[in-house]
């Protein structure tokens, strides 16, 4: 059997090495690391995949947030609520911009942020809200666009781990995760869905005022040679990354549906075990089929789990040389730099429940029968004893 690792990313390379490392000796035959014309071909591509009117790249996940909390003008003292069950980035861009971070908890079976949390959280001081879309599901972004409209909010979508996930309106509308707020953002970490070989990340919006006031951001504040407007930042894609992530983007889907397909071998394993919470899927009609379904893409399979000893689990799998992960050991209410006496920890039953019981499997696009085989046979070994 092959080493089993969290995310393998050779494989995906071995298919499209014919096209990316002549793109990329190209840039540096032609020393046009720096927006290439290949910034502007991926920039164009992603706009036409995602459906939507502007994609500005930068330089990556985090910064495309704090970009987007800067071209929505939000000022120090404005509220944001965002989940208290996420990566760091998304609390520390709202804290850098000494904009009041809002944590509140996040739904028991999709994990992502609860729509009657945010509405208690809802002060007159509140600007924006940023639901994140977590492990590869979005969420209920109906809801929130609902909430947002009634109090004159924006919307932004941090994106990073859901790009090219489906969103399925009540009326069946469907749109890409991401395109649906004011502004959207995303990561192109390499362990990321859509991932390049270092960092990088975009923005998204189709709204062509904010589309306007981003370029010039991104861009030390710049709309013409030298003329600053506005305070900026350095953030560029450059064209190295944009190359493979251009080669790679045409393959997302099927990226995709190989995540999707692990998952629902996991799923297998799993299901009805007293003791295992297999990964919920939102859409009804699909039924955690996603052969038919591009609810979930699966960015990490998090199992929750009952009455087991977690970090047993954990050891043990290791033990087997079985990679796994715990997205996120920690709330964010509880980490030094983000806790504050406004927080009560009655109101994060979920995100105190969460953090002492998800595990995330291995999942990338590489996985194979056998290595799949292998990890839910350990995991139920431990389980069942
Ligand atoms: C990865 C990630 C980010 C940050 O992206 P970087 O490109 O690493 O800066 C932000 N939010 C979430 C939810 C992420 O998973």
């Known amino acids: 059997m092959r080493k089993i690792q969290m995310v393998d990313l050779k494989g995906q390379y071995n298919a499209i090495k014919d096209i990316v490392n002549p793109d990329i000796q190209e840039i540096i035959d032609n020393a046009s690391f720096i927006n290439g014309p290949k910034v502007h071909e991926f920039q164009k591509n992603l706009e036409t995949y995602l459906d939507v009117k502007h994609v500005i790249p930068c ?168 003329h600053h407007d506005v305070v900026g930042v350095n953030s560029r894609l450059d064209s190295i990354q944009a190359a493979v992530l251009n080669a790679k983007l045409p393959h997302l889907d099927a990226y995709n549906k190989a995540r999707q397909a692990a998952a629902m071998k996991y799923d297998a394993a799993f299901k009805n075990h007293e003791n295992i919470e297999i990964p919920f899927r939102k859409s009804n009609d699909c039924e955690g089929n996603c052969a038919t379904c591009d609810c979930h893409v699966f960015h990490q399979y998090t199992l929750k789990l009952n009455n087991v000893d977690r970090d047993g689990l954990v050891k043990f799998l290791n033990a087997h040389d079985i990679p796994c992960g715990v997205y996120y050991p920690i709330p964010l209410h509880n980490q030094k730099a983000y806790a504050d006496e406004r927080y009560n920890e009655a109101d994060f039953p979920v995100t105190n429940d969460l953090v002492k019981t998800v595990i995330s499997l291995p999942m990338h696009t590489e996985l194979d029968d056998e290595q799949i085989e292998f990890i839910t046979s350990k995991v139920l070994e431990y389980i069942n004893g």
């Open 59 to 226: 330089a990556n996940g985090t910064d495309a947030l704090q970009i987007a909390m800067m071209g929505l003008g939000l000022k120090p003292g404005d509220e944001v609520i965002t989940a208290d069950f996420t990566f760091a980035a998304t609390v520390e861009v709202i804290a850098l911009l000494q904009l009041t971070p809002v944590l509140v908890d996040v739904n028991p079976n999709d994990f992502n942020i609860n729509i009657e949390a945010i509405k208690k959280a809802i002060t007159p001081k509140t600007k924006a809200i940023v639901p994140v879309h977590l492990f590869g599901q979005v969420a209920n972004m109906e809801a929130i666009m609902e909430l947002a409209e009634a109090h004159n909010l924006y919307v932004i979508e941090d994106n990073a781990q859901a790009i090219g996930a489906d969103y399925t309106y009540s009326n069946g509308k469907k749109a890409k995760a991401g395109t649906i707020g004011h502004v959207g953002s995303t990561s192109f970490f390499p362990s990321k869905n859509l991932g390049c070989y270092g960092d990088g990340g975009a923005i998204f919006t189709n709204d062509d005022d904010l589309a306007h006031i981003i370029r010039g951001i991104v861009n030390h504040g710049m709309y013409e040679r030298y």
